[in-house]
C-alpha cells in the first residue's frame, strides 16, 4: 500500500479501514495500526495527515 501511495501521491489518497467487525480490531485502533503500519514503512506524518485529514475534508467540502 505504501508503494502504491507514492507511486500516485499521498494528495490522491484517503486512508480508512474496515475494522470494527466482530473479531476485529474496533475502527480506531485499527486506523491507528494502519498509520503505525504506513509509517513504519516510511510515509512521513505530513503525508499521513494529508490523507486521513485534508483529503478527506476537501472531498466533502469541509476546507
Same mark, same amino acid.
Given at each position: 500500500?505504501?508503494?502504491? @501511495?507514492?507511486? @500516485?501521491? &499521498? +494528495?490522491?489518497? @484517503? #486512508?480508512?479501514?474496515?475494522?470494527?467487525?466482530?473479531?476485529? /480490531?474496533? &475502527?480506531? +485502533?485499527? !486506523?491507528?495500526?494502519? @498509520?503505525?503500519? #504506513?509509517?513504519?514503512?516510511? !510515509?512521513? &506524518?505530513?503525508?499521513?495527515?494529508?490523507?486521513?485529514? /485534508?483529503? &478527506? +475534508?476537501?472531498?466533502?467540502? !469541509?476546507?
Amino acid at each position: 500500500v505504501a508503494r502504491q @501511495i507514492r507511486a @500516485i501521491g &499521498p +494528495e490522491h489518497c @484517503i #486512508m480508512a479501514t474496515d475494522f470494527g467487525r466482530y473479531g476485529l /480490531s474496533t &475502527p480506531v +485502533e485499527g !486506523l491507528r495500526q494502519f @498509520i503505525t503500519c #504506513m509509517l513504519d514503512l516510511g !510515509l512521513t &506524518p505530513a503525508q499521513i495527515r494529508t490523507m486521513v485529514k /485534508s483529503n &478527506p +475534508e476537501r472531498l466533502l467540502g !469541509l476546507a
